[in-house]
């Protein structure tokens, strides 16, 4: 068999996964977002579980900026891997999810990043009470993802610049909740967590030791979508990053009215979520464009995280533009 026809296979098999994994997924539809107009226009938007890396678009969601603007927003969670696919054979329109399509955007695939809503991680290196700084992590055990994951690669950047020396170890652990346990239990002295983990950390008694967007400007969720819908769609597109600006508006300027959509979103208290809030607000885009910088330090990460080999070009995965666009108008109508 021809590495090609494999390929093709194995991309079929995706497409079918991604039609069964779309038929059996649960949705978010139009009524959660406030009335929408008499006219509207379908859009199937491919998201993870939840997470705090795409609040501003999950506010835009919430405060009814998309349904305003004449779209009906399906929302279908869907596992990272089935999202490129899924763009390619039109089965969703966006995703907030940008490290697969990115990755197959720079092996080929006619797929861009459109814009980042954060733009530094939310994760957060946690520890046992005992260790005071990250240079006292030398020599122990972190726990993260497997080889590839993003986790493993932020301990692998903390053991270069802390030099915390070849005898520290990365423990694989891809589930973020056996991190905390295990720091609990002791079979390992620190590990890498989404916000609002750290909460659970806390209450565990364990200790937030660093917070890993202080020293990696990694973006982390946005929008992706293909290169035809960018073409022969961009009316659309500059409408759907308005109203995701808007929510990035709104969370930067609207505290208590994000906390109580973070509360309800991430089942927090009143003070959970006004503590995740604080945490993670600083992550955030203001108009969905990152800075050179970021998205130098985004192409760094899928190299190391994706298996990509030799060089490749921002514009194969990025195409910020329309963002740009939208940002334009908006700042006019001010």
């Known amino acids: 068999m021809t590495r090609a026809l494999a390929e093709a296979i194995f991309l079929s098999f995706l497409i079918v996964l991604v039609a069964v994994w779309l038929g059996a997924q649960p949705v978010e539809g139009a009524e959660s977002q406030g009335k929408s107009p008499a006219s509207t226009t379908k859009i199937r938007l491919a998201v993870p579980s939840p997470s705090l890396s795409y609040l501003p678009i999950h506010v835009a969601l919430k405060r009814g900026f998309f349904a305003r603007r004449g779209f009906d927003i399906e929302v279908i969670q869907m596992a990272a891997g089935l999202t490129a ?76 610049r802390y030099r915390l020396g070849p005898g520290t170890i990365i423990v694989p652990l891809n589930s973020s909740t056996d991190r905390l346990i295990g720091m609990q239990r002791g079979t390992i002295d620190a590990g890498i967590v989404p916000a609002p983990l750290d909460l659970r950390a806390e209450e565990m008694g364990l200790k937030r030791l660093l917070h890993m967007g202080t020293i990696l400007p990694i973006p982390q969720a946005g929008l992706a979508t293909t290169d035809e819908k960018l073409k022969t769609g961009r009316a659309e597109v500059i409408e759907v990053l308005k109203a995701m600006i808007e929510g990035l508006d709104y969370t930067w300027t609207q505290r208590e009215g994000t906390v109580d959509i973070i509360a309800r979103w991430m089942n927090l208290n009143a003070s959970q979520a006004a503590k995740a809030y604080d945490s993670v607000k600083e992550t955030f885009s203001k108009n969905g464009v990152p800075s050179e910088e970021q998205a130098k330090s985004y192409i760094a990460m899928l190299s190391a995280t994706a298996g990509l080999k030799g060089d490749f070009s921002p514009a194969s995965i990025f195409d910020f533009s329309a963002a740009a666009e939208a940002s334009k108008e908006m700042a006019l109508k001010k």
């Open 85 to 160: 696919p899924a763009l390619l054979n039109r089965a969703i329109d966006y995703t907030t999810v940008p490290s697969g399509p990115a990755t197959a955007g720079a092996r080929g695939a006619p797929l861009k990043v459109i814009c980042f809503a954060s733009v530094k991680l939310q994760h957060l290196l946690i520890s046992r009470p005992e260790i005071m700084t990250v240079t006292d992590l030398a020599g122990k055990r972190i726990g993260a993802g497997g080889f590839g994951t993003l986790p493993s690669y932020e301990v692998r950047v903390l053991i270069d």
